[in-house]
Structures are given as C-alpha cells and as structure tokens.
C-alpha cells in the first residue's frame, strides 16, 4: 500500500509539474508575440520599408564614396572635383579602412530620412521611433556589411512590437579597391615620384581591377574598376554599372 501511495505522489508531482509549465509556456509566449508580431502583414510593410530605405541609401552612399575616395566629408587634401590626394609628394594620405567604414556609415545616415518618409503610407499602424538612427559599416573581402539600429514601436490596436536592428549586405568589392590605390600608392613611393606600370597590369590582371589613369596638371587621377561588383538602384534611371573609386596622386 505504501508503495502504490508513494507511486501516485510521483505522479501528482509529475502532473503538477507539467501544468506549471504548460502555464508558463502560454505567460512567456504571449511576451514575445508582443515584441515580434512581425506576421502581421502591415507590421511586416514597415519592416520592408526600412529594408528598401536602407538598401537605397547604401547605394547612393557607395556611389558618392567612389566618387570621392572614400570621403563624406571631402577632405582639404583633394582637387575642386572633391577627388581626394592618397599621396601628395611624399606624404602618405590614404584614410584608414575604419575612416572610410565612418564615411560610409554617415552617408548612410544623411540619405535614411528622406529615403524612409514617416510610414504615413502604411495606414493600420503606428509608428514610433525610440531613438536615433545608428548605423556599422563593416568592409570585407567580397561585402560590405551594414548593421542598421533604428529602434522603432509598432502599434497596432491592443498590440505593439518593438524592432529595432535591421541589416543589409552589398556585393560590392570596396575592401579590393581600398587594397588596390594602397598598392598604387606604395609604387609611386618606391618609384621616387614614378609608378611601375608592369606591377600595376599585372596587380589588375591578378584581381580583376580595372586601373584608368590621367594626368591634370600635376596630378595623377587614378579610377580604380571592379569588374566584378555591380551597383544598381531602385527606381533609378541609370543603367547598372561596375563599382568605381577615385583618388590622386599629386606631384611636388
């Protein structure tokens, strides 16, 4: 008898235990259908909203910091064309991966909000920003990497999310062109004023870099090509193209 009772004890715990968490499972998971409703199709609309925001402004930004060397902020060092010197005489000026990575972000950042609107569009919802836009670019080989924090809430009659990182990655090759005005750069110091021409056909042959040179006046405006990035922009009439970034080289 004792062992039957001692039997039906474990199985009172047991049965208790699992109505407890049973309870808990439905408390917990009403706290994240709060925080990512992110199913509902108007909430989703926003979503996809700062997504294309973002995706739009990443290109416009790329473009520019092509034009300009890597530059948001154009530098004093650099023509009336805003094409910026890597080397002007002897002293070394190209900007530091992170520099550029900052450029980048801030560029970013100055496009977003006219890009993005105030979601009047998207009519069953609320939207809320929290906090200001912070933007992480991060160049790599083949990409770069942009990690978007925007926290935004998102109210939708009883019911609000809050969303607050996004992310887009480019296919573009910035961190290759980076390398390649560096390699240029050191030619010219080790060429005392000059430029191998023999290293710079074999370097683009070797990583698919087109090298365009031309002369103005004492200076060397290099226009580097990635044959294998293509940048292109939503709802824009200009043709796709092969990512390129500028920079000089002046004389003494």
Known sequence: MVGKRGQLTIFIIIAILIVAGVALFFVFRGDVNEGESS??????????????????SVKQALYLIGLHGGYYSTPQESNEL???Y?????????????????????????FFPDCLGNFEEIEEVDVEILKGLEVKTLMREDEIIFNLKY?????????????EKFSYSSPVRLNVLYETSKFIVNSHLKNEGGVCISCLL??????QVGINMSNE????IYELEDELSILSF???????????????????
């Open 202 to 207: 074999e370097y683009s042959r070797e990583n």
């Open 217 to 220: 006046g004492g200076v060397i």
């Open 151 to 163: 926290p935004l809430r998102i109210t939708k009659g009883d019911s609000s999310s809050i969303i």
């Open 39 to 56: 199913g509902d199709v108007d909430i989703q609309n926003v979503i996809n909203s700062v997504d294309i925001c973002l995706e739009e």
């Open 82 to 84: 805003g094409v910026p």
């Open 86 to 110: 890597y080397l002007n005489g002897k002293t070394y000026l190209v900007p530091s991966e992170s520099k550029i990575e900052e450029e980048i972000s801030g560029l970013v950042i100055s």
């Open 234 to 252: 939503i709802g824009d009439p200009f043709e796709d193209e092969n990512y390129k970034f500028k920079f000089g080289v002046k004389y003494e």
